[in-house]
């Protein structure tokens, strides 16, 4: 197991709208990250494009289920699911839908690292 750092909190940005980038990227590393105890904490934050592939594709929506059940934090922006009209959808899947300007930036002021795909 990695050596534990004073916060060991991580923050995945997905933004990307590209399936494969989603698959071989985002949730193996974000899946691996919290069964294998790399980090304290896991947020997963769905800005941007990635929202509307979530909504649109099942598949992607099995992984993001497996990541909520595995006890990573979801959340998607608001703003950019309001722009693809898919806040509703995400919001049933069980994801907190909300403005993510201030979360991310409190992440980030506590010492959160931060990976972007």
Not at 76 to 89: L, M, Q, W
Request: glycine share 6%; hydrophobic share 45%.
């Amino acid at each position: 197991m990695a050596t534990k750092l004073d916060n060991n909190e991580l923050a995945v940005i997905w933004c990307s709208s590209d399936r494969d980038v989603a698959e071989t990227t985002v949730f193996m590393y974000t899946l691996n990250a919290k069964y294998k105890e790399w980090w304290d904490a896991v947020h997963l934050v769905i800005w941007g494009p990635s929202a509307k592939l979530l909504a649109d594709d099942e598949g992607v929506q099995e992984k993001v289920k497996e990541m909520i059940t595995a006890g990573v934090s979801v959340s998607a922006c608001r703003e950019n699911a309001d722009i693809y009209g898919v806040s509703d959808k995400l919001i049933g899947m069980g994801i907190d839908v909300r403005y993510m300007g201030e979360p991310v930036t409190r992440m980030l002021q506590r010492g959160a690292k931060l990976i972007t795909f």
